[in-house]
């Protein structure tokens, strides 16, 4: 291990002076925090990053860690169950860091292996919960990607463990450290816009089919597909592509809801400034356009009830317009105004009118946030801390557990479970329409609409209903099993 040095702390400073001058200090607050850390002597060892599962998300992990002489933090370790899919990987951080890192393919090797410090998770869903466990129980801080978990109780247990452990545990809902946006929610919260009764998420993001096989289709040879598959059933492959198509699976993945929707079901419930989970949910939707092997749906609806405000979310993956300008973002309806988002660090607050009243933006850096509280040992320095992380994160389970136990039923009698709520009716009109804007034949297709479910926030549990405590969980494999307290 080394400290950081002289030179390195004359190129950070350099560099932060550079971004003052441009007017973007703000935007490296963290790193500059976490740097100072450094600098203070409070932690002056290098720490040793852990990247598991690089195919996708992880390599923005490689490029946050790797390297990094203003936070001082090196990758030493990438893991993937499949070693065909690290070469990206693997010459990232040679090129950084000036040596390749260690391949390690068993991730308990990982999480075992004293001289790493930190594991950071980008695994597929269904991984997440468990990589983060026991790499808080070996001792390790970590960064795990979002959904954090892959059904409810999961999510929980994260929780339980990092207290129990007293560990830094961050979720990657990376919107949460930018300055923009963490402007715009203190104006909704400080009640610029009045009280807001209805905060929307939008998901409107293009998913074409998967195709569709009749048979098994082969594993790849430089895959361990017992890893991969860890806690999920080790079930055949049923869908052409392993990597990435595992998101419309449930066996694996929580559709667009857990995949992308997550950032906006976040948002929705930070400007809402809730802390804990909705009393009650039903969703409909469905997979039109297309036959394929995706399981989830690729156009759906959520009603969350707070009771004194309510959370809709809604899906689109076939072609479609904005929805006040927002695709991939979010829409907070106040009772003097209302405030659009429409990516990771920007929104606009307007009058019932819709005269602009105030345009917020800014970024942020979401792994320095994470090393700050790390090095300082303050959770509270994290901007998207564990808990926070599994209730996002729980919301977009709920909303699948309602659509799972739903009902096939005409078009037509899909509204009955938004009735008296002329905001989720109108929304469903709009989908309606949606639907029909891209050939759908609504006389020849049918709605799932989901189970009206009642929820105790306190226990986290449905009320009277079996059949969805059941899926707040799911059965594990033997060794790969998430257990049931911490």
Known sequence: MRSIDRRDFLHDSAILAALA???????????????TAVKKGQVNDQLRVAVIGVNGRGMSHIDGFAGNNRLNTVVTTVCDADEGVIG??????????????????????????????IISIATPNHWHALAAIWAMQNGKDVYVEKPVSHNVSEGRRIVEVARKTNRICQAGTQSRSSKGLQDAMKFLHEGKLGKIKVARGLCYKPR?????????????????????????????????????????????????????GIHEMDKARWGLNKHELAKGVVSVGGRFGYVDDGQSANTQICVFDYGDCELIFEVRGLLTKDYLGAKVGNIWYGTDGYMVGTNYRSATAFTPKGEVIRKFDGGGDHYANFIQAVRNRK????????????????????????????????????????????????????????????????????????????????????????????????????????????
């Open 379 to 486: 959770n509270e320095d994290l901007n998207g801390e564990i808990l926070e992380g599994h209730l996002s994160s729980a919301l977009c389970h709920l909303g699948n557990i309602s659509y799972r136990l739903g009902d096939e039923k005409p078009f037509g009698q899909a509204p009955q479970a938004f009735a008296k709520d002329k905001d989720a009716g109108e929304t469903f009109e709009r989908m309606e329409k949606h639907l029909k804007d891209n050939k759908i034949d609504l006389e020849e297709v049918k709605c799932r609409v989901g189970r009206k479910l009642t929820l105790d926030p306190s226990t986290e549990r449905f009320v009277d209903d079996k059949d969805a405590n059941a899926m707040l969980t799911r059965e594990y494999r033997k060794g790969f099993e998430v257990p049931a307290k911490a």
């Open 88 to 117: 990206r990987a693997m010459k990232a951080i040679e090129k950084k860091q000036g040596k390749a890192p260690k391949f390690e393919q068993d991730i308990r090797k990982v999480v075992e292996d004293k001289d790493i410090d």
């Open 21 to 35: 001058g441009a007017g973007l200090a703000s935007e490296s607050s963290a790193a500059e925090k976490a740097a």
């Open 208 to 260: 074409g089919s998967i195709g569709k096989v009749t048979e098994a289709q082969p594993i790849p040879k430089s895959c361990d597909y017992d890893l991969w598959c860890g806690p999920a059933p080790k079930a055949p492959l049923m869908r052409k592509r392993l990597h990435y198509d595992w998101h419309w699976v449930w066996d694996t993945g929580n559709g667009d809801l857990g995949n992308q």
